[in-house]
């Protein structure tokens, strides 16, 4: 889910169950969504994306669900590793000033794997 | 070997100083973006550039400059007027209506 402040909704979860994600999004007319994870003082790396026609999308142990009639999307990880713990954050894609398209970001969610 | 890379690591800023973030990509891609991340925090947009010699204001733009001269490069500045600099800074890139590729970040602290 989303966080206020400096703390983090945190998902604590053991290695070999599935992690389930959550996010809301903001706005109705955005048409692409991506999820990334961002290790400790690193960049966010590309995890999946969906688009606003499709309602499930599937990679390797990943799957990210999309709901658009509550503006809710959703990241699960099937298997979890400890290679998994990471702060993930999704994003939905608006556009303005022409060509570019803006991401906004929801604060995150950190995933802690435990062995 | 094609991605996004950002210099320093770190960087050090002392009181009234001017320090220039580094960010190339050889990704071939047209937009690129500066965003500021402070701790528990979403990423929020500095300045992004569409095409050379073009740049756009984001959300927090006050106290930053950058330029575009080269499509590869999209430097940023972070001027004396910007009050509270202590943040992590991630450089990005797209083609347009694309994802964007993120860089391995600059933490830059004040001295």
């Known amino acids: 889910g989303e966080s206020v402040g400096l703390h983090l909704p945190t998902l604590s979860v053991q290695e070999g169950d599935n992690s389930i994600i959550n996010c809301a999004y903001s706005?109705?007319?955005?048409?692409?969504f991506i999820w990334y994870k961002q290790e400790s003082g690193k960049g966010p790396q590309f995890i999946i994306d969906i688009r606003s026609n499709m309602d499930k999308r599937q990679g390797q142990r990943v799957t990210v669900l999309l709901n658009k009639t509550v503006k809710h999307l959703s990241l699960q990880i099937a298997a979890t590793q400890p290679g998994d713990s990471a702060v993930y954050f999704c994003a939905e894609n608006s556009y303005y000033g022409g060509a570019t398209n803006k991401l906004i970001f929801g604060t995150g969610t950190l995933l802690a794997v435990q062995p | 070997d094609g991605g996004i890379t950002q210099s320093p690591k770190y960087l050090f800023r002392k009181e009234g100083q001017n320090v220039t973030l580094s960010c190339e990509q050889n990704l071939n891609h047209d937009a690129m973006y500066w965003y500021r991340q402070d701790p528990g925090q979403g990423l929020r947009l500095i300045y992004y550039?569409?095409?050379?010699?073009?740049?756009q204001k984001g959300d927090i733009a006050e106290g930053y400059s950058v330029s575009r001269e080269k499509k590869e490069s999209f430097p940023l500045t972070v001027t004396s007027a910007q009050k509270n600099p202590t943040a992590f800074y991630l450089c990005?890139?797209?083609?347009?209506?694309?994802?964007?590729?993120f860089g391995p970040g600059t933490r830059l602290l004040v001295l």
């Open positions: 550039s569409q095409i050379v010699n073009d740049f």
């Open positions: 990005a890139s797209s083609y347009s209506q694309e994802t964007q590729y």
């Open positions: 706005n109705s007319a955005s048409d692409y």
